[in-house]
């Protein structure tokens, strides 16, 4: 894997004077030819058309003209907008959060079992992420709907009123959450409990015989030890959470009053929907810096991890 | 090493000493007590999706009984989709797109895992953190400039236009589990083949290949559940039925008018979502080690 | 008073494995004792269960005089090394040290005493600072020590320590250990499936095999008075020479009847150790220190007789030579200087005031 990058290929197989086909067997070369279909991809369909949409958020809606910085002038002045900008910030970082600690109270609930039985109950705790997000939305979207809520009706038995789960704007807000962290904890269970398991057993016997009770055996060993595969699920999820489109779209569709729209579904809703192509271009970069910054620390995150394997 | 240490398959320390008895079952009841609470919350939903498929539409307007339970169980609903040709449609459009995208993906993927994990060249270490950081650039950041690209192509409304885009969404994270898979294949094994005559080719196919193959599926799962699964792309670039993949046919085209034929929806909804809880089921443990590879081999 | 007593302990797993079948054990304080078995003999497990990482099945284990089997690890005042370390990777080596005293709030002019007491005995006191990573495979296995002498506990417990170590380094690190305990002079039980380890380092051996004691004793006595064939064969290496024979009751002696007709005298004094055994298919031992090249031909009961070695294995300060007998390969260890060569007769003299009778149906050495 380290040799050089000029290493030839055994002599026997090739004819003397064909630099030309020397120079195609050459490893490098061939290395070089393998990575050119995903070059394309990633050239193609993911930095042109980031570039582009750089270049089509300074244009007017026509298309006609450059307007440099005026969509986004536009944008910041709407309060539409502004509130998008704290509903996208509100829900992506309570949903990861809740996502966060619910994952890992499951993931040590698990690991707490015997590992033969923990099997069947990972199988069944994952089936929300196995579901397509859309499509398990609009099971929700029926459990919420008003008229017929079966949620509603179960609390009804314990004599709470009913919720208006989509019609209130904060109740509205708080069903995406909901319906965003029933569908992503389970990922997060199953991150975290790979990183429980890769705790070595050892260091907790040697914990618990230098007088450690459980807690102190969390804090001080469980803990630090799972600490990058920690920040990196959870930079991680920022990201996707952040950027999430399905669940609006499907359950309220940035409703009541586009008072639970996020990045996304806005960006869905000027550019594609109402054709103003150019500021939905913007309305999508407005996600870019964040995404930037938190992408740097997964980054660092994932090469110290690589580092300090010991 | 000690073969006494590594043969017992111990499960955590809470269940050896008998000194830890209380303590031990104090905290099994509490891991049982809330697995079952996770359970059912995890569960409630397709299972309540599936309940109202079952039922007729009387029955789903009958606000007067509980609506966690089925009295007239029918399999109507699940007739009539079958039976519509317009829902067909949407299978098969989701059909074809996936099974393309995938064969794509996996063809890109594994060849260009390949050539960064094991064939050092100007470049690899960039381009193999570029595909990472690829992967973390939301579908969401680019659907609009592709919504342009691919309206100019003239794909648009057409599922060749998906196939186009979907790999954007699988090759990142598929390339970047194969490279891991493939790097911790020992070296040793590529000299061994290399003196017994092997060209890279050969290599690849009749070594490598077998060797990372739970990699692979697990790869493989990993697009064909992202692509069954993908709701932006269509959504923006597709509004004719006859061309809409199950995710958005059943989102929007099961809605006739004022009225949800609620019972038709969840049918739907439960139909299109089987493909890959099937995969799930038979493929489980491959399938969670496709999500955990991403970090554990990172 | 730091005595370890284990009475009747039993160790079975679901399914009706038993691990240890109930092993009864008296440890004096101050002692060094080394269990010692190969790989599933239930060394690891009895250890375990001493530190109360194992739950025991049935019987007792008490430590200082009270029964521990209810009470956890933490409350034992025991210390363990493990086979792997087991430090803490992200604390400093000082801290990995001081984290059991940090846990009972000790304070900190206290811990620093300790800490560096213990890394001056260990010689580690220039690495206080490094993480683990950053040591050697000694270096590590002597914090993981300094940790266990910082606590000052009542038992040392040891579990294969040296195993992951390569030779050279293992050879100096059991030295380490027996000065430690020579300074120190805590009860210890240590575990290991290397009986060089056991001999040199032990007060007293404990052989075990399929769960259960076969002896227990000071090396010497392991060595020179085996009491089962698989105590004769595990102690002393190269193994014990294990050769099929008959006694016979000869003119008022007992003879011992070697294949490839051999015939060898019982010494005088132990004639009636073995009359039983008369006419009867027994196991003859003899170690290869005592087949050697004729020498101390004035000694009483030096038996003679000619082998064809097959392979010789010059070792430096003596030769192995592996010598075909029918139905049984046996090994003796010669001068080098002695003239040998594989194929051609070589007359061996047996030291037969070392030699073992095993009667092969009970496996006791008689």
């Known amino acids: ?310 | 090493m000690s073969a006494t240490t590594s043969n017992r398959a111990l499960p955590g320390i809470y269940h050896k000493a008998g000194s830890l008895r209380s303590e031990r079952r104090w905290a099994l009841w509490t891991a049982y007590i809330s697995l079952i609470i996770a359970a059912i919350v995890m569960l409630a939903p397709p299972v309540y999706m599936f309940m109202t498929s079952i039922k007729t539409s009387a029955e789903i307007a009958d606000l007067s009984g509980t609506p966690w339970w089925v009295r007239n169980p029918t399999l109507d609903n699940y007739r009539a989709l079958i039976t519509n040709p317009m829902f067909m449609g949407f299978m098969w459009n989701s059909v074809k797109v996936t099974v393309l995208v995938v064969a794509l993906s996996m063809f890109i993927s594994v060849l260009a895992a390949f050539a960064l994990a094991r064939m050092r060249f100007w470049g690899s270490q960039w381009l193999a953190t570029g595909v990472f950081l690829t992967y973390l650039v939301p579908d969401t950041l680019l659907f609009i400039p592709l919504y342009q690209i691919v309206g100019g192509l003239g794909l648009l409304n057409s599922t060749w236009g998906l196939v186009l885009v979907y790999p954007t969404l699988t090759v990142p994270f598929c390339t970047w589990i194969m490279i891991g898979y493939f790097a911790s294949i020992p070296k040793e094994l590529d000299e061994a083949a290399l003196i017994d005559g092997a060209n890279w080719t050969q290599m690849l196919t009749k070594i490598f290949i077998p060797v990372a193959l739970p990699g692979i599926i697990a790869a493989t799962i990993f697009a064909f559940t992202v692509s069954w699964a993908a709701f932006v792309y269509p959504t923006a670039f597709i509004t004719t039925p006859s061309e809409m993949p199950l995710t958005i046919g059943v989102v929007s085209q099961l809605i006739r008018g004022d009225t949800f034929a609620w019972g038709q929806l969840m049918a739907g909804a439960l139909l299109a979502a089987l493909p890959p809880v099937i995969v799930y089921v038979f493929l489980m443990d491959y399938y969670i080690a496709g999500l955990t590879a991403g970090a554990t081999k990172g | 008073m730091a005595q370890v007593s284990i009475r009747k302990v039993v160790k079975a797993y679901e399914g009706g494995v038993q691990a240890v079948k109930g092993i009864d054990l008296e440890i004096e304080d101050h002692e060094f004792v080394v269990l010692v078995g190969p790989s599933g003999c239930g060394k690891s497990t009895t250890l375990r269960m001493i530190a109360g990482l194992e739950e025991i099945t049935a019987g007792e284990i008490a430590i200082g005089g009270k029964v521990v089997n209810d009470i956890p690890p933490r409350d034992r005042d025991i210390a363990m090394v493990f086979q792997n370390y087991a430090l803490y990777p992200h604390m400093s080596v000082f801290e990995n040290m001081a984290f059991g005293l940090t846990l009972r709030k000790f304070p900190k002019e206290e811990i620093k005493r300790r800490v560096d007491n213990a890394a001056r005995i260990l010689d580690i006191t220039s690495l206080l600072e490094r993480k683990p990573k950053a040591l050697s495979g000694g270096q590590r296995q002597r914090v993981a020590m300094g940790r266990a002498i910082v606590r000052d506990p009542k038992v040392f417990l040891f579990d294969e320590p040296l195993s992951n170590l390569d030779a050279k380094l293992r050879v100096q690190m059991r030295t380490e250990i027996k000065k430690v305990h020579q300074t120190v002079k805590t009860t210890t039980v240590y575990v290991t499936h290397d009986q060089v380890e056991a001999m040199t380092l032990a007060d007293r051996v404990v052989v075990m095999n399929h769960g259960v004691i076969e002896q227990v004793g000071p090396p010497q006595e392991l060595y020179h008075r085996p009491a089962t064939r698989f105590v004769a064969g595990f102690i002393g290496s190269p193994a014990m020479n294990f050769i099929p024979a008959r006694v016979e009751n000869g003119s008022g002696a007992l003879r011992v009847n070697l294949p490839d007709g051999i015939v060898l005298n019982v010494p005088a004094d132990r004639t009636q150790r073995y009359a039983a055994m008369a006419g009867k298919d027994v196991l003859f031992g003899i170690r290869p220190e005592h087949l050697t090249e004729p020498k101390n031909l004035d000694r009483d009961n030096i038996a003679l007789f000619d082998l064809t070695p097959e392979v010789l294995e010059p070792m430096g300060m003596e030769t192995l030579v592996h010598l075909r007998m029918q139905g049984a390969e046996i090994c003796s260890r010669i001068d080098p200087t002695t003239p040998a060569e594989p194929g051609r007769k070589l007359r061996v003299a047996a030291d037969l005031n070392h030699m073992h009778i095993i009667d092969p149906v009970s496996g006791k050495v008689l």
């Open chain 1, 1 to 310: 894997m380290a040799e050089g990058t000029s290493l030839a290929l055994p002599r026997n197989d090739v004819p003397e004077g064909a630099s030309l086909k020397r120079f195609a067997r050459r490893r490098s070369t061939i290395a070089f030819l393998m990575t050119v279909p995903l070059m394309a991809v990633i050239g193609g369909l993911v930095i042109w058309p980031a570039a582009y949409a750089i270049w089509l958020s300074t244009l007017n809606r026509r298309m006609t003209q450059f307007i440099g910085l005026g969509n986004f002038e536009i944008l910041l002045d709407s309060e539409t907008f502004r509130m998008v900008i704290f509903q996208s910030i509100f829900f992506a970082v309570t949903a990861v959060i809740l996502k966060a600690l619910i994952g890992f109270w499951l993931a040590h609930m698990l690991h707490h079992l015997p590992t033969k039985g923990q099997r069947k109950w990972r199988g069944m705790l994952l089936v929300p992420w196995v579901i397509p997000p859309a499509l398990s939305t609009l099971g929700w979207w029926w459990m919420f709907e008003p008229s017929y809520s079966s949620i509603n009706w179960i609390l009804a038995i314990f004599a709470v009123p009913a919720v208006p789960w989509l019609g209130d704007p904060w109740w509205a807000r708080i069903s995406v959450i909901i319906v965003n962290v029933w569908y992503g904890a389970p990922f997060f269970m199953i991150m975290y409990l790979a990183a429980l398991k890769s705790v070595p057993e050892q260091l907790y016997e040697a914990a618990a015989i230098d007088g450690a009770t459980s807690w102190q055996r969390l804090r001080y060993v469980t803990l630090p030890m799972m600490r990058n595969i920690i920040s990196i699920t959870v930079l991680f999820s920022l990201i996707v959470t952040f950027a999430n489109y399905d669940i609006v779209r499907v359950l309220t569709n940035g409703g009541p009053r586009d008072l639970t729209h996020v990045f996304a579904s806005y960006a869905f809703q000027v550019g594609v929907l109402a054709g103003n192509i150019p500021r939905g271009a913007a309305v999508s970069l407005f996600m870019f810096p964040l995404l930037a910054v938190i992408a740097f620390f997964v980054l660092r995150g994932v090469n110290r991890r690589s580092r300090e394997e010991m």
